[in-house]
C-alpha cells in the first residue's frame, strides 16, 4: 500500500526521540537492535461463491519468523523467512514432494528506514526465479504429459507468473503481509478524531495504480503498555479495479473478442477491513486481521470472495 496518508499526516521526522507525553498523538518507531527476533502465526483464508454457492473453502497456516539482521543510523536489514507448504496449496501428490523440496523454505532480505518503514527487498530476483520456477513444476506435474491440460494451467497461472517477474508484483504478492507488518510505521497519527485520506494501491500487472478512499480510527491507546488498535476501511475504485480484472481475464484469455463482450458490463469491486493491535514501540504487531471482500458479476454470472489474513505475535513463555 502506497503510503500517500503522509503526505497528510505530521511525519517523524519532526520527532524529538522519544518522548510520549502528548496524548492525542501515536507515533509508530522502530526501536530494533541486531538479533531481535518474532515468530508469527500466519492464517490465510480463500472462499469463493458462484450465485450464492460456495465453490472453494481454502485455509493455509505456517510460521514466518522476523529477524534483525543488521542496522545503521538510517536503516534496518531484515530477513522474513517462511516454509512454503505446497503439497496442501496445489495438491501435489506425497511421491513427487523431494521433487519440490527446493521450495520449502522461502528468506526474503529487505531494507527499512531507521523508523521501520518499509524500503526494498534486496534479494528479490532470487525470490522471482525461485517462484517462477516453481510455477513451472507445478504446472508439469500436474499436467502429468497431458498437452491440454498443461497449456490451460499455464494459462491459467500466467497472470502469477507475470507478478513473480517484476520487483513490484514480488513486494505486493510475496511480502503481502509484510505491506501490512510495516504499514502505519514511520508516521505520527492524530488519534482525537477518524483520518479520511486517497490511497493508492499498486498495479502488480503494471499501468495506473488502483485508487482507493480510505479511513483510519483508533479505537484503543494504552501510552503505559505502548499498545494500541487501529480500524482501516478502503474501497477500491470500481473503475481502476474493473480495469485490472479486464487485465487480467485478457491476459488468461488471450484478448478474444467473445471475453471483450463478456467484460463490458462486468462489476468488480473491492472493500478492505482491516484491524491493527500493535506495540506502536518498540514498533512489533500482536495481531493483525485483514478481510477483503471483492464482488465480481461477469456475464450475468454474480460470485463473491472473502480473502482474510491473520498474523499474530507468539509468545515465549
Known sequence: MKKTLLIAIITLNSFQFYSQTDSTKVAFVAYWSIGDSYDFKVSKTNQQWKEDKLVKDQKQEYIANFTVIDSTETSYTIKWSYKNNLGNTYNIPQELSDKFSKYDLIEIIYTTSELGDLIEIINWEEVSETMTSMISDI?????????????????????????????????????????????????????????????ELPNMFGGDPIKAKAALTFENVDFDEGFCTIKQELNLNPEDTKALLRQVVLKMNEGSTETEEMLKNAVFEIQDNNTYDYYYYPGVPHKIETVRATTINIDNSPGKRIDTMTIELIYND
Open 139 to 199: 504446472v508439469n506435474v500436474l499436467s502429468k504429459n497431458d498437452e491440454n491440460l498443461a497449456k490451460k494451467l499455464k494459462n491459467s497461472l500466467e497472470p502469477l507468473s507475470a507478478i513473480y517477474g517484476t520487483r513490484q508484483g514480488i513486494e505486493e504478492l510475496v511480502l503481502k503481509e509484510l505491506q501490512y507488518f510495516h504499514f502505519p510505521m514511520g508516521v505520527e497519527f492524530d488519534i482525537t478524531h477518524p483520518f479520511y485520506y486517497d490511497d
